[in-house]
């Protein structure tokens, strides 16, 4: 297998749909000439042009509705918004279009639209730029909220979301772009719903997605270190959310550390947490924890951008603390 960075296995699979279906554009602003934000869509509107990779205005909510238009006509769109925290522009359009029609029209229609938007702190971006707002977007019944942590998972996960039918909120770790690793050559998919045993362990299992699940990896091998053998879970999708997978590890381990980047109170963290408190509370040998970012709006200076995102010596702390 090749290795390639996460950024290259979006571009890959990207070109592969525009090549296969001609329903498929691509919308967003400086995706065209520019490539992207982040260089995902380099190359494409060169290849494809302007009709099928067309750059837009700075204006979330027009390229949203823009997309669902396009998706209810027969086409099958995908936006990409800079950041995250600019799809706030685009909330109505997201929330009460996009997941709602198929509801509103009694399944007459549908929205096959994929809507990748940049997110995640570590970067200094600072307080407008760098935030997970994955488990806001889970909330929303009608939504499907994807969240890779390694480029086989972004480029077989991407690849169900262009084929689904409804609209697939796509969100990219800043961090994770360069990151390199194994992708098969050959065609393959990643279904949603189902989650990864990253690392498999047996005294305590900590659960990610996105970036948290690479912080996982590495505080489980400091606690290997410490005779503490973690097993790692990597969500993938946070709905449909793999709740089997979690109440397994839940059952086995008896002990769960939750790690998400976003804001502890109100957190997706919660929700796992919750869900395994309810389906797998006389196996928990302790309180179902969470190591989560700092109840502040993300800084811009380097040593406080560190302090309000999770760590791994946290993730460590909490674990050799369960044991």
């Not at 790692?232 to 979690?246: E, G, K, M, Q, Y």
Request: proline letters at 5%; glycine letters at 10%; aromatic letters at 8%.
């Amino acid at each position: 297998m090749a290795e390639i960075a996460l950024r290259e296995a979006l571009r890959q699979t990207l070109r592969e749909e525009l090549q296969s279906d001609e329903r498929v554009i691509i919308m967003g602003e400086d995706i065209g000439a520019y490539g992207g934000s982040y260089g995902v869509t380099r190359g494409l509107q060169e290849e494809f042009g302007e009709e099928r990779v067309r750059d837009t205005p700075i204006s979330e909510s027009a390229v949203v509705g823009c997309g669902i238009g396009a998706a209810m006509g027969g086409l099958r769109p995908v936006v990409e918004l800079m950041t995250i925290n600019f799809s706030f522009l685009a909330f109505d359009q997201i929330i009460n279009n996009a997941s709602k029609l198929f509801y509103m029209s009694g399944g007459q229609i549908n929205v096959p639209l994929v809507i990748r938007m940049a997110s995640g702190g570590g970067a200094q971006l600072s307080a407008q730029h760098s935030h997970d707002l994955a488990g806001w977007y889970a909330h929303v019944p009608g939504l499907k909220v994807v969240v890779p942590s390694t480029p086989y998972d972004a480029r077989g996960l991407l690849k169900t979301a262009l084929r689904d039918q409804n609209p697939v909120i796509f969100i990219e770790h800043t961090a994770l772009y360069g990151l390199k690793g194994e992708v098969p050559e050959e065609e393959y998919s990643v279904p949603f719903g189902q989650a990864q045993v990253y690392r498999p362990g047996d005294d305590v299992t900590i659960i990610g997605y996105s970036g948290s699940v690479h912080q996982a990896a590495r505080a489980a091998e400091t606690l290997a270190e410490r005779g503490v053998d973690a097993e790692v879970i990597n969500l993938r999708t946070l709905r449909p959310l793999d709740i089997d997978a979690i109440i397994q590890s839940a059952k086995k381990t008896g002990r769960v550390i939750v790690v998400e980047d976003d804001w502890r109170f109100g957190g997706f963290a919660a929700e796992i947490a919750a869900l395994i408190q309810e389906k797998a509370f006389d196996y928990l040998d302790a309180p179902v924890a969470r190591v989560c970012g700092a109840d502040v709006p993300m800084p811009y200076a380097k040593p406080l951008e560190t302090a309000a995102l999770p760590s791994e010596d946290e993730i460590v702390r909490v674990a050799l603390a369960m044991v």
